[in-house]
């Protein structure tokens, strides 16, 4: 029953992109008292999925946390393994929240790195990158995604794509670096 709840809590966030008050759980919950939806919510609080913020009520990251079940092979079929822990895509995917933000990726140079057209990529931003990174990088004025290389002989400075119909970019005036990619997100529809 309490699962049920949050899972109505977390649909109207999601269509009304904030939490219900009191009075529009009492109506999800079909419950007629504002002590039980006072009870529930100093739960949640307890359990931390939500927060105090300038006296109003919030989500903390575990609010969106989904159920990791375990561990399946790729491989041979063997029973699957079966956990309550609660993973944080958010938590997972971006190490440094107040940093970071997402680009959708155009285009198919970077097929040969798992990356494709209509995927989106958390950027970390970061003017520092080591060579074989993937970096949002800005050459003579334009701005591309790639990976950053480095000459052996003559340490020069380029970007290589990981598709091979591209040629590698070599800067004629300036290449800055903006930010170093760390996930790719891709959903995969059916």
Same mark, same amino acid.
């Given at each position: ?66 159920? $990791? ?5 790729? @491989?041979?079929?063997? %029973?699957?393994?079966? /956990?309550?822990? #609660?993973?944080? =895509? ?57 990976? $950053? ?5 003559? @340490?020069?400075?380029? %970007?290589?794509?990981? /598709?091979?119909? #591209?040629?590698? =970019? ?21």
């Amino acid at each position: 029953m309490a699962i049920d709840r949050l899972n109505l809590v977390k649909k109207f966030f999601r269509r009304f992109k904030r939490l219900p008050s009191y009075s529009e759980m009492l109506k999800l919950f079909n419950l007629s008292s504002k002590k039980s939806i006072h009870d529930i919510v100093h739960e949640w609080i307890e359990e931390d999925l939500l927060k105090m913020e300038k006296g109003k009520l919030a989500p903390t990251s575990k609010f969106f946390s989904i159920p $990791l079940l375990g561990l399946v092979k790729a @491989g041979y079929p063997i %029973l699957a393994d079966e /956990n309550k822990e #609660y993973v944080s =895509l958010d938590e997972y995917l971006i190490e440094d929240p107040h940093s970071s933000f997402l680009l959708k990726v155009s285009g198919d140079s970077l097929t040969g790195v798992g990356i494709f057209d209509g995927d989106y990529v958390v950027i970390e931003k970061r003017k520092n990158a080591y060579p074989g990174d993937l970096v949002l990088a800005e050459i003579d004025k334009e701005w591309t995604l790639k990976i $950053l290389r480095k000459e052996r002989h003559h @340490g020069k400075i380029y %970007l290589q794509a990981a /598709n091979p119909k #591209y040629p590698p =970019l070599y800067p004629h005036q300036e290449l800055q670096i903006f930010g170093v990619v760390k996930a790719v997100i891709r959903k995969i529809v059916n």
